[in-house]
């Protein structure tokens, strides 16, 4: 079983950046393929961006291409999420996940989700 905790969220300006951090534990986190996810106010979770459980393949959705970044460090346990150049609409609820599969852009081939991390983006 894998718990995951994210953080590194908050209010920044827009045009600011943020870097959104993922904490695993156990022992296998590098078996897993993750994904961050987001859920704006009245919608639904959307796809943001997933990593391969080695880091060597990853797939940005349109809502961050050329802003966002998705990395690991799978000596720390660790996922993140580098944002640039914040726009108001990606205040949203971030959320990272664990898959045994593959990355993956769909919500149901996860196993593990965070609690989530509020960033907010003020215009």
């Known amino acids: 079983q894998v718990q995951l905790v994210e953080s590194g969220g908050g209010l920044v300006q827009a045009g600011g950046s943020l870097r959104l951090s993922c904490a695993a534990s156990g022992r296998t986190f590098s078996s897993y393929a993750m994904g961050w996810f987001r859920q704006p106010p009245g919608k639904e979770r959307e796809f943001v961006a997933t990593i391969s459980a080695g880091g060597g393949l990853t797939y940005h959705g349109d809502s961050g291409k050329d802003r966002f970044t998705i990395s690991r460090d799978n000596a720390k346990n660790t996922m993140y999420l580098q944002m640039n150049s914040l726009k108001p609409e990606d205040t949203a609820v971030y959320y990272c996940?664990?898959?045994?599969?593959?990355?993956?852009?769909?919500?149901?081939?996860?196993?593990?989700w965070g609690q989530g991390t509020q960033v907010t983006v003020s215009s």
């Open positions: 996940a664990a898959a045994r599969g593959g990355p993956s852009t769909a919500r149901n081939e996860y196993d593990y």
